[in-house]
């Protein structure tokens, strides 16, 4: 199976939905380097993952008046997570979450420290990063913009791994970029997102996902993340999904609409 995919939709859109963080999926070779037993493997898995974050977006994407495109994630973030920066730049780096997980979310070993991640980022990491930026790319040649909406989700209580765990846990935290969030973006995911509940900015995630490409320097690259706080639509941690998820759904419907 790809490790990753692009989920065509409407010829005149503009908008990307990410999801980078819904799948659980470990191919056999990368699981032998992680050091956890599989019962405390599928306890980090229900921690880690954005769950049904995939199918959030799915729905959306059928509600819509203009259908956004797709890019989803086939694997977990624990093989590689794609929004990482692959370098020194990573703050995550510093418990262990670069591109390639050394610690859990509980700070617990996940792999040797001394792991060489070199091959995990050219094997999983570089590929998605390449097809990322040619989604971008794509849908600026096509229609002379891009928008691109990162799907996240966060868990009602911090974990020990969080670097700004201490603010505000908003039912939605909009996640945003200095250069590639625009107001008029920000003021359609508020609008939109009311219907479900507050929402804030930046806290308990900050923050936006351009391909290295674009960020910084392609003003037509518009980018915002939208992170749900899990007990609004699942029961936590890696449960099923609930009643609020279609309202989620429809919400980010509306932001897609009033972005095309």
Do not use: K, Q
Not at 25 to 41: F, H, Q, S, T, Y
Not at 123 to 133: D, E, G, V
Not at 224 to 249: C, F, K, Q, S
């Amino acid at each position: 199976m790809p490790s990753f995919a692009l989920l065509p939709g409407a010829a005149r859109s503009p908008v990307i939905l990410h999801v980078p963080h819904s799948a659980r999926e470990i191919p056999a070779g990368v699981r032998a380097d992680i050091v956890l037993d599989d019962v405390a493997l599928e306890r980090e898995l229900d921690h880690i993952t954005d769950a049904h974050t995939e199918r959030i977006a799915e729905e959306a994407a059928g509600l819509a008046g203009t259908a956004p495109w797709r890019f989803v994630n086939r694997l977990s973030r624990l093989v590689v997570d794609p929004e990482r920066f692959p370098d020194e730049r990573e703050e995550m780096r510093a418990v262990g979450m670069g591109a390639v997980y050394t610690r859990t979310t509980h700070r617990e070993p996940l792999r040797p420290d001394d792991v060489d991640p070199e091959p995990l980022v050219e094997r999983y990491f570089r590929p998605y990063a390449r097809a990322m930026t040619e989604a971008v790319g794509e849908r600026l040649a096509a229609v002379g913009r891009a928008v691109v909406v990162d799907v996240h989700s966060y868990p009602t209580e911090p974990l020990p791994y969080e670097l700004h765990g201490v603010g505000p846990r908003p039912p939605v935290c909009l996640g945003t970029d200095p250069f590639h969030t625009p107001p008029e973006l920000l003021a359609a995911a508020r609008e939109a997102f009311a219907a479900v509940g507050e929402t804030g900015l930046d806290s308990p995630f900050a923050g936006t996902y351009v391909p290295l490409e674009y960020y910084g320097r392609e003003p037509r690259v518009s980018a915002l993340m939208v992170e749900i706080r899990r007990d609004t639509y699942m029961t936590e941690p890696g449960g099923p999904a609930g009643p609020g998820l279609a309202g989620l759904a429809a919400a980010l419907a509306s932001l897609v609409d009033a972005t095309s």
